[in-house]
């Protein structure tokens, strides 16, 4: 598995609030390090207006001292949002393949078959 990702199992729910102050729940799939920075790969955990069940969001995490709770902010840049997903699907396809597929974008593009 690759260093900067960490994949989350544990079924915890994390609540996140949108602008009008509703709570919505999400399943953390994984913690993905980007650029120095800190992201969540978020998968909603209930219907979500304008979320696909099967979608995962992106948000960056800032992390605060003495604090219990992170802050969770939604990435709008279209670029970083792809870095940070690839990193992440790199890091499963590496997993799936026992780390010898050297980095295919997904377990389709991997050459080692099961």
Known sequence: MDEKVQL???EEIITLFDED???MDFYEIA???YEGELYALLQPAEEIEGIADDEVVIFKIEET???EDDFFY????????EAVFEEFLRAT???ECGGECE???????CSIKD
């Open 93 to 95: 396809s590496d997993a």
């Open 21 to 23: 102050d509703k709570p």
């Open 74 to 81: 939604p990435v709008e840049d279209e670029a970083i949002q």
């Open 65 to 67: 001292e003495g604090e």
């Open 8 to 10: 989350i199992d544990d």
């Open 31 to 33: 913690v993905v390090e």
């Open 103 to 109: 980095g295919c974008a997904s377990s389709e593009d």
